[in-house]
């Protein structure tokens, strides 16, 4: 399985500030994803991004509040605009190695306080 | 459109008991794939099984076995003789292939605190 890493790990923010997180995976990967999970909560899909095209967004996300960046088949950046503390969540990306049947492996994950 | 449900919140056994998780999923499509994944309080995210919507033979992997009935549209874990490091959170999740994206759906996870 890819390994896949995350930067920061953990971060405490202040309110009206961003914050980029970046995913790194140790092979090239097709489709990556960044998800988010609030306190106590289930995994919710943020978007997926694909090389060398735009990001695509779930109902409820805007690019605008979570601008995502993927140069290339190894990396992604997620920004987390303008936080409040209700983006207190951890956020975690994850690829899809379709070759081995469109299990998707994740990252440690990003832990995010705002303040 | 696709749902995933885990009934079950928390769970609570003592050590060396069999517990199991349930997973009821909600699809039209013919063709999907389950997952379960588990995650310690540390927080990532581990992936355990992937089964597709075309393999209904259970499956055991040490003290883990996972149950597929299409016909009440369940995907059900167990974990045999629990121990202390199964305590985590367990989410069953769905995906629908094709389209532009492979995306997970989770159900709300179980929560499993297995004591001592």
């Known amino acids: 399985s890819a390994v896949i890493s995350q930067k920061p790990s953990r971060d405490i923010c202040q309110r009206g500030t961003s914050l980029t997180i970046q995913c790194q995976v140790d092979?090239?990967?097709?489709?990556m994803f960044w998800y988010r999970q609030q306190p106590g909560q289930s995994l919710t899909l943020i978007a997926t991004?694909?090389?060398?095209?735009?990001?695509?967004?779930e109902s409820g996300f805007v690019i605008d509040k979570f601008p995502i960046s993927r140069p290339n088949l190894t990396f992604s950046t997620l920004t987390v605009s303008n936080m409040s503390p209700e983006d207190s969540s951890i956020y975690l990306c994850s690829v899809d190695q379709q070759y081995r049947g469109g299990e998707q492996f994740f990252g440690p994950g990003t832990r995010l306080t705002v303040l | 459109a696709q749902k995933v449900t885990q009934a079950q919140t928390e769970i609570s056994v003592v050590e060396k008991e069999d517990v199991t998780l349930d997973c009821v999923y909600e699809?039209?499509?013919?063709?999907?794939?389950l997952f379960w994944y588990k995650q310690p309080p540390s927080g990532e995210l581990v992936f355990l099984i992937r089964?597709?919507?075309?393999?209904?033979q259970n499956e055991i992997s040490g003290r883990y076995s996972w149950n597929f009935q299409k016909s009440t549209s369940s995907f059900n874990f167990t974990i045999t003789a629990s121990q202390v490091v199964d305590s985590a959170v367990y989410f069953c999740?769905?995906?629908?292939?094709?389209?532009?994206?492979?995306?997970?759906?989770f159900g709300t996870g179980t929560l499993l605190a297995v004591q001592p």
């Open positions: 991004a694909n090389q060398g095209s735009e990001a695509t967004y």
């Open positions: 089964r597709n919507s075309f393999d209904e």
């Open positions: 999740a769905l995906s629908v292939p094709g389209g532009a994206t492979n995306k997970l759906i």
């Open positions: 092979s090239q990967v097709t489709m």
């Open positions: 699809t039209r499509d013919t063709t999907y794939y």
